[in-house]
C-alpha cells in the first residue's frame, strides 16, 4: 500500500512560484510512472504533468507548458512540480498520483493564485 502526501501550496500573486512535493509512505514509489493532477472548483480533475519512472520522459498540458516543470528523485521516493508565471486559472487542489492514477488519492495541496 502506498500512501501519498502532497505539500508545498499556498497562496501566491499572480506571477509568482510555488514548488510542490509529493511524498509517499509504504510500498516504494519509485518503479511507478507518476503525475500531477488538478482539480479546480466545478472541474474534473484533470492531468497537469507527467514524467516517466526513469525520469526520461515528460508529459505538460497544454495549459502549463513552459510554466511547470516536474521532477523526481527516486531515491527519496519524492516528485516535485516547480511551477512558475503562476495564473489566476491555475488556482485548484494538486494531487500526485501514478499515472495512469491507480493508487488511492492523498490530500491533495491547496494553490490559490490571486489576481
Known amino acids: 500500500q502506498v500512501q501519498l502526501v502532497e505539500s508545498g501550496g499556498g497562496l501566491v500573486q499572480a506571477g509568482g512560484s510555488l514548488r510542490l512535493s509529493c511524498g509517499a509512505s509504504?510500498?516504494?514509489?519509485?518503479?511507478?510512472?507518476r503525475g500531477w493532477f488538478r482539480q479546480a472548483p466545478g472541474k474534473e480533475r484533470e492531468l497537469v504533468a507527467a514524467?516517466?519512472?526513469?525520469?526520461?520522459?515528460?508529459y505538460y498540458a497544454d495549459s502549463v507548458k513552459g510554466r511547470f516543470t516536474i521532477s523526481r528523485d527516486n531515491a527519496k521516493s519524492t516528485m516535485y512540480l516547480q511551477m512558475n508565471s503562476l495564473k489566476p486559472e491555475d488556482t485548484a487542489v494538486y494531487y500526485c498520483?501514478?499515472?495512469?492514477?491507480?493508487?488511492?488519492w492523498g490530500q491533495g495541496t491547496q494553490v490559490t493564485v490571486s489576481s
Open positions: 498520483n501514478a499515472n495512469p492514477p491507480t493508487l488511492g
Open positions: 509504504g510500498r516504494t514509489f519509485s518503479s511507478y510512472a
Open positions: 514524467i516517466s519512472w526513469s525520469a526520461g520522459i515528460t
